[in-house]
């Protein structure tokens, strides 16, 4: 970073006769000449306008897809899926989110055959995201002793 004069501008480096504090919020040192204030004033409205509506943009969004939704068919995710708390997902990504988790929470995730009521979580040690049939469950804590 070159070292600036303290009278000239701090973007354009111009002498200035008029100098003009720039807004704490643009994070600029020094002082601003006319042209150089009156530009970044307007390109900082125009940064928070569309700041604004991107903001305005993300609370219909799909968290998945990324595609806009509706406001009335936004879902909330399941707690169980453990996603953000502040979120929306729309109808196909979360169905095929339910469907993940159905399949998860039914199916063994080793083997994948189907577990009635009998599930077995496995150890936290094993780092398995899932389930496990029984038979699953004793092979892997056989072998992981
Ligand atoms: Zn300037
Ligand atoms: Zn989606
Ligand atoms: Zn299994």
């Not at 399949?103 to 009521?117: A, D, P, R």
């Not at 780092?127 to 072998?143: A, E, F, H, K, V």
Request: aromatic share 10%; charged share 35%; with cysteine.
């Amino acid at each position: 970073m070159k070292l600036r004069k303290p009278q000239s501008c701090a973007l354009c480096n111009k002498d200035l006769k008029f100098k003009y504090k720039p807004d704490k919020s643009w994070n600029i040192d020094g002082y601003l000449c006319s042209d150089c204030h009156m530009k970044t004033t307007r390109e900082f409205v125009i940064k928070q306008k569309e700041e604004e509506e991107k903001n305005i943009k993300k609370q219909n969004q799909c968290f998945i897809c990324n595609k806009q939704i509706e406001p009335e068919k936004k879902k909330k995710p399941r707690w169980q899926w453990n996603m953000e708390n502040d979120i929306f997902l729309c109808e196909k990504c979360f169905e095929q989110k339910e469907l993940a988790y159905q399949t998860k929470i039914n199916y063994c995730v080793h083997c994948g055959k189907k577990i009635g009521l009998l599930r077995y979580n496995p150890k936290p040690k094993w780092n398995i995201d899932g389930q496990l049939c029984r038979q699953c469950w004793d092979t892997i804590n056989i072998s992981q002793n």
